[in-house]
Nanobody, 112 residues
Framework: QLQLVESGGGLVQPGGSLRLSCAVS????????VGWFRQTPGKEREGVSC????????TYRDSVKGRFTISRDNAKNTVYLQMNSLQPEDTAVYYC?????YGQGTQVTVSS
């Protein structure tokens, strides 16, 4: 059974960092591109970043370019999102997406 399980969220002050992880089970990670989305109450879910099957191609939404880095470790079946210089507007539930499936999400709160 396919499962994507996010972890690593939490409360951080503005300017701080977090690293999110997405552990994939039930499927071999390198079969698909994987992405991160985020959502805040009352707003639509938005794409944050995506990485290709091989990891050679990565895309980011403009507001996180230069601050966030997506990576994948196919041997560990895990995808990461390193988030630096976090700002209050980055506060959201972050979801991993792959194989047409979302994980359950992890809350990221940026606040002083």
């Amino acid at each position: 059974q396919l499962q994507l399980v996010e972890s690593g969220g939490g409360l951080v002050q503005p300017g701080g960092s977090l690293r999110l992880s997405c552990a994939v089970s039930g499927f071999t990670l390198d079969y698909d591109a994987v992405g991160w989305f985020r959502q805040t109450p009352g707003k639509e879910r938005e794409g944050v970043s995506c990485i290709s099957r091989s990891g050679d191609s990565r895309t980011y939404r403009d507001s996180v370019k230069g601050r966030f880095t997506i990576s994948r470790d196919n041997a560990k079946n895990t995808v990461y999102l390193q988030m630096n210089s976090l700002q209050p507007e980055d506060t959201a539930v972050y979801y991993c997406y792959g194989f047409s499936t979302y994980g359950q999400g992890t809350q990221v709160t940026v606040s002083s």
